[in-house]
């Protein structure tokens, strides 16, 4: 696959025009903007390449992962609330405690009671009596600690921390429960992993918003502290200033672009790191025997290979990378949403860019991050413009066209949709096809 | 006595009563899925954006008859409308199989390709859908509203509770009844039901007794769309049809296709009254009917309410893995493939 070494260039140069271009026509500050959620897009698809890519492992829960990374960025960054520890504090670790206790106590069980009714009963009666004990712990202290001046904090607050500690924590975070995850399904089927990891997302996503005690819930968490300076303060700055005037730029759009630069540094860095990581890894003997396994589980299983292990290891693995880009995500947002986690976007999204970048080709997946989160922004614009040269003919005060340039939002969906329709028909092994000497089977 | 039939009256009215049409709706849409699984062996994760579409033809349908004066009352403007809604549904699942699907199974893809065909087919559907109709919540059923209303049998029993009886709960019973006894007349006793079972079973034997696998996929094609307009106007009918809700319902459907069995139709209907009752019970907040069935003095303070509503998708998923790690084919024995 020669071919594709002059490829990758050709379709970053391409995309370095479009984000020009969108500079030029449209505006630099929302250019930077679109080029920082490529950067973290590219992160993302990079994680799931490592799971699909590599081991063949369908996995339709990111959505869950990068929310994980969110709540990191939250638990991390933000001020603790000492009045909210005080009356509650005690109540939730004395829940945690039961909690860890319960599934000890279950697991103990299952391993030492013998096979049968005994075993089901006993750890059914272990798990119930422990839910309910921890409910009587929980319930008290989330609502004194909601009730702790709920217009502003009403939550636990975060750990205080520099912000950038997030990524890390994110990643840890995502892993944790992908290890739970992986555990109970990995031996499975594929179709069940899939069902299985979009349940365990909404799920995720549903104990973001409905326990306010952590994470304030539907109430947004706000005001969470940003690796980056703040503009405001760029202002004050002498520096700033003089640069400012150096490029004969507005003040403000000058610290706004510096921020945005500095963030886009930030991720790249991240990028990098972790691109280099993973293309170490897929190019040692370790990257040679996941994609042994996934070319032909069973041989592999007789070359005496642990496949469930190793695929609960790269599972782990890539979930961690998704984490850490739902972290760098939320800590550039300043904001952390969870009604903005919406599984076309956070899971099925990062799909169509792994597979129109190519499965199994990192440098793929980087390419289809930007390529698909550029087209993904710009496709409302574009659909705007086409619908309204389509229309054009029609009275302007005619319901139709309204409503379709109402709709206009929509076309991405669309649009998405069918970029990868006709990559799977025409180029089902994407943009940038894997580099190896065996052609995958599919 | 008195107390113990409130309670049981309580019990229907929140308990019984909305998971059996819950459970009738889960079940009709996992048909749908467990019959393409069977055939085309891949899991479709376009079947909710599918039911979004048929159901979305009814709505507009619906409206247009409702402009021209047409009704059946008392029963909902929506059933008239329900045959546009399959007719359009089938065309469009058609097309996309000609377009999409068809050149897989020519390069025999492996099921995983289909899989992902599918994911592309779910954006397209969901954006046209929000693109036609928009993100809104949409209610459209009319007719009388109930079939047994909550003070009528108060006075009827003299007792403290009744049972709020919904049209659309009875017409999603009743429907889901006579789609699956058709259904499986199909299957057991029609020449196409019987080849199709024959290709579920034994692909290449199937085709050695001259079954042609294009009918056999049209067949089921339609079987599918039509299961889906049902299911999703039903569902609409019940609880308001909004296309982000019907993209989730994808979970559910899934989880008691699997439940039951893929591949397996009674094996989707059982899972989705699994799925259903286990998601109203754990959800259901006890309280009113403790104070019933228990003596005064130990009357619950709280809700007792197990799990907040919030978290029905858990269930789901629960019911999904435990199944799945005790019974890997689930209830009915599935195929794997």
Redesign the interface.
Known sequence: MTLSKQQAPLAFAFMAMALIMVGIFQSWSLSLTILNYCLIASIMALGLNIQWGYAGLFNVGLMGFAALGGIAAVLVGMKPVPEAWALGGVGIGAGLLVTLGTIFLAITAYRRLPKGYVRGWGMGAIIVLGYFLARYFFDPATNQIESVNPAQTGFLGGLGLPIIFSWGVGGVLAAGVAWVIGKVTLGLRSDYLAIATLGISEIIIAVLKNEEWLTRGVKNVNGIPRPMPYEYDLQQQLWAQEWAAWFGADLQDFTSIYVKLCSAGLALVMLGVLYWLSQTAIKSPWGRMMRAIRDNETAALAMGKHVTGRHLQVFILGSAVVGIAGAMMTSFDGQFTPTTYNPLRFTFLVWVMVIVGGSGNNLGSIVGGFLIWFFWVEAEPMGYALLNLLTSGMADDSPLRAHLLDSAAHMRLITMGLILLVTIRFRPRGLLPEQSKQARSH | MQDFLNGFMLLSNFLIVPATAYGSQLAMGALGVTLVYGILR??NFAHGDTMAFGTMVVILVTALFQKMGLSIEPLPTALLAIPFGIAATTVMVLLSDR??YR??RKVR?????F???S??????????V???I?TGDQRFGDGERFIIRFGEFKELTGLDEGIAFKTSQGLTIVTAIIVVAALFWFLERTRAGKSMRAYSDNEDLALLSGISPERVVMITWIISATLATIAGTLYGLDKGFKPFTY??L??PI??AA?VGG?GNPLGAIAGGFVIAFSEVTVTYAYKKLLTYWLPESWAPE?LVQLL?T??K??V??VI??LV??FR?TGIFAGK??
């Open positions: 891949f899991s377009l999409v050149h897989q893809a492996a099921p995983v390709v899989l992902i065909s994911i592309g087919l779910m954006f397209v559907l969901n954006g046209l929000r693109f036609i928009g993209f989730q994808l979970l899934f989880a699997i893929l709280g907040s919030d978290y998708f858990a789901s998923f999904l893995v799945l790690l890997p794997s493939v």
